[in-house]
C-alpha cells in the first residue's frame, strides 16, 4: 500500500505532514538525530559564526534594530535557541543546520546595520570589512541552506529563507528578494502554513508562530508584488488566514499595540484589495481607485488608537520604539496603495477640451502622491539614523518621485495639475535620498536614478530657479 511519503515524492502534498508535536517548545538549536557525518557545509557555517561577544553583539542589533520591522524572530524563543546552540557547540553536540543558517543569516544582515561604532569594532578586532564580512556570513548560510531538503527544516528554515530576502533588499537587488521571498513562501507552503492551523499537530505556541510567518510572508508578497509589477506568489483565494494573536505579548490590562499588529494589519489589507477585479494580476486602473480609497478608509478604521492617522495615542512612544515606526510605516502603505491606481492619470497629457476620468483625478493623483511622500519621509525620519537601510521608506519615495517626474515629462502642454507642487515634492525626494545616499545601497540606487530622471525634465526657467532639481 502506497504511503504519503511515496505521494510526497510524487511532488504531491498531502493534508498531514507533520508529526506530532509536544505541548512543550522545544529548542530548534540542536539536531533531533543522532550524532553523525557533519556536512562540509555546516563545517564551514559552524567556523564562520563569528566568537560569541561579536555574534552577541550582532544578535542584539538585530533583535533591537531590525525584527521589529517585520518581527519574523519571536525574541524570547530566539535567545533561548541561541543561548542553546552555543551551549550545543561547546559540548560537542550535534547542531542543526537550520538553526546554524539563520543564526548566519543575522549575523549577515546586522553588521550591514551597524553604525559606524559598532563597524569598526567588528572591522579591528575580525580583521576584516564589514561588507565582506556580512557577504561571507549571506554566502556561507545560502550554501547550507542549499542542503537542507524541501520540507525538512521545519518553521526555522522558513525564518532562514524569509531573512535572505531582507538580504537582498537591504542590498538594493529588488529582483533577487522577490525570487528569495519566493522560496520562503514554497517551503511554508510545504509545510502546510498556507492551510488552517488545524490540521498541524504541532503546540499551541507554534501554531501561532507559523500564523506570524504566513502573515507576514503574504504581506511581503503582495507589496512587493504591486510595487514591482510582478504576479503575486500566493493566490489567497486558495489559502487559509489566521491572524496572529496579537495580545501574546502585551502586558495584561492595556492597550499597548503587539509588534505584530501592522503585520496583522497588512494582512488584512492585502487580502481585502485582492478581491477587487484586475489586483492579482497586477493591474490596478484608474476605475479602481475609489474602491481602494473605500477599503482604505475601511482598513484605517481598524486601526488600534496608537496607529490613528488624526490625534493618534502617544502613551507608548517612548518606552516602545516600534510604535511609532509602525504607525508611521502603516500611514506610508495605506497611501502607497491608495496612489496605485492613480499612478496612471498622471503621464495623461490632459486636454481640457477632452474630459476623460483620467483627467479628472489627476489633482487627486498629485495630492496622494505628495501624501506618500510626506508618510515615506516621516518613516525614515523615525528611523534614521540606526535604521537607515530600512528599505521600504526610501524605495516608496523614489517609487513615487519616479512617477511624478514621469508625470512633468509627458506634460508637454503644461496643463499637469498641481505641477508646481509635483516639482517641489520631487525636490523633497532628492534631498531625502541624496542625505542617505552615502550609507545605503538602496538611497544610492533610487537618488542616482531619480537624479538621471528629473534632469530629463523640461522646466521653465522659473522652475529651474526653484532649484527643486539637479
Given at each position: 500500500?502506497?504511503?504519503?511519503?511515496?505521494?510526497?515524492?510524487?511532488?504531491?502534498?498531502?493534508?498531514?505532514?507533520?508529526?506530532?508535536?509536544?505541548?512543550?517548545?522545544?529548542?530548534?538549536?540542536?539536531?533531533?538525530?543522532?550524532?553523525?557525518?557533519?556536512?562540509?557545509?555546516?563545517?564551514?557555517?559552524?567556523?564562520?559564526?563569528?566568537?560569541?561577544?561579536?555574534?552577541?553583539?550582532?544578535?542584539?542589533?538585530?533583535?533591537?534594530?531590525?525584527?521589529?520591522?517585520?518581527?519574523?524572530?519571536?525574541?524570547?524563543?530566539?535567545?533561548?535557541?541561541?543561548?542553546?546552540?552555543?551551549?550545543?557547540?561547546?559540548?560537542?553536540?550535534?547542531?542543526?543546520?537550520?538553526?546554524?543558517?539563520?543564526?548566519?543569516?543575522?549575523?549577515?544582515?546586522?553588521?550591514?546595520?551597524?553604525?559606524?561604532?559598532?563597524?569598526?569594532?567588528?572591522?579591528?578586532?575580525?580583521?576584516?570589512?564589514?561588507?565582506?564580512?556580512?557577504?561571507?556570513?549571506?554566502?556561507?548560510?545560502?550554501?547550507?541552506?542549499?542542503?537542507?531538503?524541501?520540507?525538512?527544516?521545519?518553521?526555522?528554515?522558513?525564518?532562514?529563507?524569509?531573512?535572505?530576502?531582507?538580504?537582498?533588499?537591504?542590498?538594493?537587488?529588488?529582483?533577487?528578494?522577490?525570487?528569495?521571498?519566493?522560496?520562503?513562501?514554497?517551503?511554508?507552503?510545504?509545510?502546510?502554513?498556507?492551510?488552517?492551523?488545524?490540521?498541524?499537530?504541532?503546540?499551541?505556541?507554534?501554531?501561532?508562530?507559523?500564523?506570524?510567518?504566513?502573515?507576514?510572508?503574504?504581506?511581503?508578497?503582495?507589496?512587493?508584488?504591486?510595487?514591482?509589477?510582478?504576479?503575486?506568489?500566493?493566490?489567497?483565494?486558495?489559502?487559509?488566514?489566521?491572524?496572529?494573536?496579537?495580545r501574546l505579548e502585551a502586558d495584561a490590562g492595556t492597550d499597548m499595540p503587539s509588534p505584530v499588529t501592522h503585520i496583522a494589519l497588512q494582512c488584512q489589507l492585502g487580502q481585502a484589495i485582492s478581491k477587487i477585479p484586475g489586483v492579482m494580476s497586477g493591474v490596478l486602473a484608474p476605475n479602481q481607485a475609489i474602491a481602494i480609497q473605500q477599503e482604505i478608509e475601511r482598513w484605517s478604521d481598524m486601526f488600534p488608537p496608537a496607529y490613528r492617522r488624526t490625534n493618534p495615542d502617544t502613551l507608548w512612544d517612548h518606552s516602545h520604539s516600534y510604535v511609532p515606526m509602525q504607525r508611521h510605516q502603516l500611514h506610508a502603505v495605506g497611501y502607497m496603495v491608495m496612489f496605485m491606481p492613480l499612478k496612471q492619470c498622471l503621464t495623461i497629457d490632459a486636454d481640457p477640451s477632452k474630459p476623460s476620468l483620467e483627467s479628472s483625478l489627476q489633482p487627486t493623483?498629485?495630492?496622494?502622491?505628495?501624501?506618500?511622500?510626506?508618510?515615506?519621509?516621516?518613516?525614515?525620519?523615525?528611523?534614521?539614523?540606526?535604521?537607515?537601510?530600512?528599505?521600504?521608506?526610501?524605495?516608496?519615495?523614489?517609487?513615487?518621485?519616479?512617477?511624478?517626474?514621469?508625470?512633468?515629462?509627458?506634460?508637454?502642454?503644461?496643463?499637469?495639475?498641481?505641477?508646481?507642487?509635483?516639482?517641489?515634492?520631487?525636490?523633497?525626494?532628492?534631498?531625502?535620498?541624496?542625505?542617505?545616499?552615502?550609507?545605503?545601497?538602496?538611497?544610492?540606487?533610487?537618488?542616482?536614478?531619480?537624479?538621471?530622471?528629473?534632469?530629463?525634465?523640461?522646466?521653465?526657467?522659473?522652475?529651474?530657479?526653484?532649484?527643486?532639481?539637479?
Amino acid at each position: 500500500m502506497a504511503s504519503g511519503e511515496d505521494f510526497r515524492m510524487l511532488g504531491y502534498l498531502p493534508d498531514n505532514l507533520l508529526k506530532e508535536g509536544p505541548d512543550q517548545y522545544q529548542s530548534a538549536a540542536g539536531s533531533p538525530g543522532p550524532q553523525g557525518v557533519v556536512s562540509s557545509e555546516l563545517e564551514n557555517a559552524i567556523r564562520t559564526i563569528p566568537p560569541k561577544p561579536y555574534t552577541d553583539m550582532l544578535v542584539q542589533h538585530f533583535l533591537g534594530e531590525m525584527n521589529e520591522q517585520y518581527y519574523c524572530l519571536y525574541p524570547p524563543t530566539f535567545l533561548h535557541d541561541y543561548a542553546a546552540w552555543w551551549s550545543g557547540k561547546a559540548s560537542g553536540q550535534a547542531l542543526a543546520p537550520e538553526f546554524t543558517g539563520l543564526l548566519l543569516q543575522v549575523c549577515a544582515c546586522a553588521t550591514l546595520y551597524l553604525d559606524a561604532e559598532g563597524k569598526q569594532r567588528l572591522e579591528s578586532e575580525l580583521g576584516g570589512n564589514s561588507q565582506t564580512l556580512a557577504e561571507q556570513y549571506h554566502r556561507t548560510a545560502t550554501q547550507l541552506s542549499h542542503t537542507i531538503g524541501p520540507g525538512k527544516g521545519g518553521l526555522t528554515q522558513v525564518q532562514q529563507l524569509f531573512i535572505n530576502a531582507v538580504w537582498y533588499k537591504t542590498e538594493a537587488l529588488f529582483v533577487e528578494s522577490w525570487h528569495a521571498l519566493g522560496a520562503a513562501i514554497h517551503e511554508a507552503q510545504e509545510l502546510g502554513m498556507h492551510r488552517s492551523s488545524t490540521k498541524a499537530k504541532v503546540s499551541e505556541f507554534e501554531r501561532e508562530m507559523r500564523r506570524r510567518i504566513w502573515c507576514l510572508l503574504y504581506t511581503w508578497d503582495w507589496q512587493m508584488s504591486l510595487l514591482l509589477s510582478r504576479p503575486f506568489i500566493i493566490n489567497s483565494n486558495y489559502c487559509s488566514f489566521e491572524l496572529p494573536n496579537v495580545r501574546l505579548e502585551a502586558d495584561a490590562g492595556t492597550d499597548m499595540p503587539s509588534p505584530v499588529t501592522h503585520i496583522a494589519l497588512q494582512c488584512q489589507l492585502g487580502q481585502a484589495i485582492s478581491k477587487i477585479p484586475g489586483v492579482m494580476s497586477g493591474v490596478l486602473a484608474p476605475n479602481q481607485a475609489i474602491a481602494i480609497q473605500q477599503e482604505i478608509e475601511r482598513w484605517s478604521d481598524m486601526f488600534p488608537p496608537a496607529y490613528r492617522r488624526t490625534n493618534p495615542d502617544t502613551l507608548w512612544d517612548h518606552s516602545h520604539s516600534y510604535v511609532p515606526m509602525q504607525r508611521h510605516q502603516l500611514h506610508a502603505v495605506g497611501y502607497m496603495v491608495m496612489f496605485m491606481p492613480l499612478k496612471q492619470c498622471l503621464t495623461i497629457d490632459a486636454d481640457p477640451s477632452k474630459p476623460s476620468l483620467e483627467s479628472s483625478l489627476q489633482p487627486t493623483a498629485v495630492e496622494c502622491a505628495t501624501n506618500v511622500m510626506e508618510s515615506a519621509r516621516l518613516l525614515l525620519a523615525h528611523l534614521l539614523p540606526g535604521s537607515g537601510k530600512f528599505h521600504f521608506a526610501p524605495f516608496l519615495i523614489f517609487d513615487t518621485a519616479a512617477f511624478l517626474c514621469s508625470a512633468v515629462i509627458h506634460d508637454r502642454s503644461r496643463n499637469l495639475a498641481h505641477r508646481a507642487k509635483a516639482i517641489e515634492t520631487i525636490g523633497l525626494g532628492l534631498d531625502v535620498l541624496e542625505h542617505i545616499s552615502q550609507d545605503t545601497k538602496t538611497g544610492a540606487t533610487c537618488y542616482s536614478v531619480l537624479a538621471r530622471l528629473a534632469s530629463s525634465m523640461p522646466l521653465a526657467p522659473e522652475e529651474k530657479a526653484l532649484d527643486m532639481c539637479p
